[in-house]
T-cell receptor
Framework: EAQVTQNPRYLITVTGKKLTVTCSQNMNHEYMSWYRQDPGLGLRQIYYSMNVEVTDKGDVPEGYKVSRKEKRNFPLILESPSPNQTSLYFC????????????FGPGTRLTVL | AQSVTQLDSHVSVSEGTPVLLRCNYSSSYSPSLFWYVQHPNKGLQLLLK??????LVKGINGFEAEFKKSETSFHLTKPSAHMSDAAEYFCVVSLEYGNKLVFGAGTILRVKS
């Protein structure tokens, strides 16, 4: 089944404790991206990647890191989480870029205490 | 600057009546436009997209949207609402530069029996 998977689905952590949210797609997509969803703000793009080893900042990249060492994986790293990063996070992938259909993962709900 | 505005944060309709979810965008050029739907506790799913072909776009589950350049609008409609349409809907515009997508704040559709 074609899908985007994220892990973990739920995470509660404390301020300053590094964490990684994994994202993997099995559709051989070139483009992958991370979003955070907050009430009343819709989804805001954190980072995106056009291909392996090619990443770029979205609208809200502060406090986040990403890497794209393999085509299928695009982990999101929070080096020192803070409470304002409490949010619902979505990974998405598409065949080549922004005009293609985006396929979203199920989401990761992160709480930073 | 390019942005997207969803004019209603909440819309409530009765089952069997028409649905109208409004979206306006600002763009210097002809954009690519999308509507995505998010059911409770799920990821987002593409409903339909406009990429400079026919101005009336048909999507899944009986939804359609019309691109009106003169009004900079891309409103989503459905002739007859079903209980299963209750969800949050996002209007999305792709930027001409970079490879970003900009999401509207979302419209929560409630369908009453």
């Amino acid at each position: 089944e074609a899908q985007v998977t994220q892990n973990p689905r739920y995470l509660i952590t404390v301020t300053g404790k590094k964490l990684t949210v994994t994202c993997s797609q099995n559709m051989n997509h070139e483009y992958m991206s991370w979003y955070r969803q907050d009430p009343g703000l819709g989804l805001r793009q954190i980072y995106y990647s056009m291909n392996v080893e090619v990443t770029d900042k979205g609208d809200v990249p502060e406090g986040y890191k990403v890497s794209r060492k393999e085509k299928r994986n695009f982990p999101l790293i929070l080096e020192s989480p803070s409470p304002n990063q409490t949010s619902l996070y979505f990974c998405a992938s598409s065949l080549q870029g922004r005009t293609d259909t985006q396929y979203f993962g199920p989401g990761t709900r992160l709480t930073v205490l | 600057a390019q942005s997207v505005t969803q004019l209603d944060s909440h819309v409530s309709v009765s089952e069997g009546t028409p649905v109208l979810l409004r979206c306006n965008y600002s763009s210097s050029y002809s954009p690519s436009l999308f509507w995505y739907v998010q059911h409770p506790n799920k990821g987002l799913q593409l409903l339909l997209k406009y990429t400079s072909a026919a101005t009336l776009v048909k999507g899944i589950n009986g939804f359609e949207a019309e691109f009106k350049k003169s009004e900079t609008s891309f409103h989503l409609t459905k002739p007859s609402a079903h209980m299963s349409d209750a969800a949050e809907y996002f209007c999305v515009v792709s930027l001409e530069y970079g490879n970003k997508l900009v999401f509207g704040a979302g419209t929560i559709l409630r369908v009453k029996s």
